[in-house]
């Protein structure tokens, strides 16, 4: 049997035997015959040299490790079925590796363009002083950038933590864990204004959340944020594709990173249980300390 039918008889299985969807189907036809054809048509014959050459050759043309890994599943099904069916005596597969996926880098803003961000919502909250939504949108961001909190720990915030009007509050994390985060003047004033805004409706006045809202929750949905920040980005002239309320949370690590806080640091102010979260902004750290050795060493350029 030529490997071309052998294939055949593969898709017959996972369609007969586990129910494989047609597009799941027609991407093993892709991946096994790309392989296929790589081999020389002698696929169901590879031993692992040559299926470790295939997958360098998919590498090579730029595929990126997930694709890679989908390929691989494949080839490893496909060997599997022949060894099941006693058409191998054995698996070349086994001994490979798959291929490392690699953590992507977070999104995140430049200071600059976070400035606009925030100087956009307190110009517009100044220009209206009557605007509620303003008014609630600068308190959001001003003190999102300022904590570096997650979206839902921002939304959800308690009303006490703008009665105390203190530089540090305790907000409580994920696995109910509590952690101190600061406060700028910046946010400690929007929140002010936010809180003059929202007690003139004795239905918010009422609620026990800082951001309160009709909700099932009680308090701003997290989507109405995020929604309401996109729009915020427009106006400030930064594509709201960019933004996001996570992306202001790592605009809060890496730009306290590039201006020499120590990573222990940010990985509390963050509320990450484990220090291998954070290092997902060493990047930042490598560009610091590259740029602290061009601008301070006697030897460089």
């Known amino acids: ?78 060997f599997r079925f022949l060894y099941a069916e006693g058409l191998r005596g054995d698996d070349p597969t086994g001994i490979l590796d798959s291929p490392k996926k690699q953590r992507p880098l977070p999104k995140t803003m430049s200071e600059a363009e976070t400035g606009r961000l925030l100087d956009r919502a307190a110009a517009e909250a100044a220009a ?23 979206v839902s720990e921002l939304v959800s915030l308690p009303l006490t933590v703008a009665l105390r009007d203190e530089r540090f509050f305790v907000v409580r994390g994920k696995g109910d864990k509590d952690r101190m985060v600061p406060l700028s003047s910046k946010a400690r004033e929007a929140m002010r204004a936010w809180l003059d805004q929202r007690n003139r409706d004795p239905r918010q006045a009422e609620s026990v959340f800082l951001f309160p809202a009709t909700s099932q929750s009680g308090h701003l949905p997290r989507q109405v944020f995020a929604r309401d920040l996109k729009g915020l980005a427009a106006r400030a002239g930064i594509a709201a594709a960019k933004i996001s309320p996570h992306v202001l949370r790592h605009a809060f690590a890496s730009h306290l990173l590039q201006n020499g806080a120590d990573l222990r640091a940010v990985q509390q102010l963050l509320g990450h249980s484990d220090i291998s979260t954070t290092q997902i ?9 590259l740029k602290l050795v061009n601008e301070h060493h006697p030897l460089a350029d």
Not at 128 to 150: I, K, N, Q
């Open 128 to 150: 209206d002083g009557d605007s509620f939504a303003a008014a609630r949108l600068h308190a959001l961001v001003e003190v999102l950038y300022a904590t570096g909190l997650r």
């Open 1 to 78: 049997m030529k490997s071309g039918a052998r294939i055949e008889a593969f898709l017959e299985m996972m369609s007969a035997e586990r129910g494989a969807a047609d597009n799941t189907l027609s991407s093993y036809r892709r991946d096994l015959e790309d392989a296929s054809e790589h081999l020389g048509g002698q696929l169901a014959d590879a031993d692992a040299a040559a299926i470790r050459s295939y997958l360098d050759d998919i590498a090579g043309r730029g595929f990126a490790t997930t694709s890679q890994a989908r390929k691989l599943s494949a080839l490893r099904q496909f």
């Open 281 to 289: 902004y060493t990047h930042v750290l490598h560009e610091r300390l």
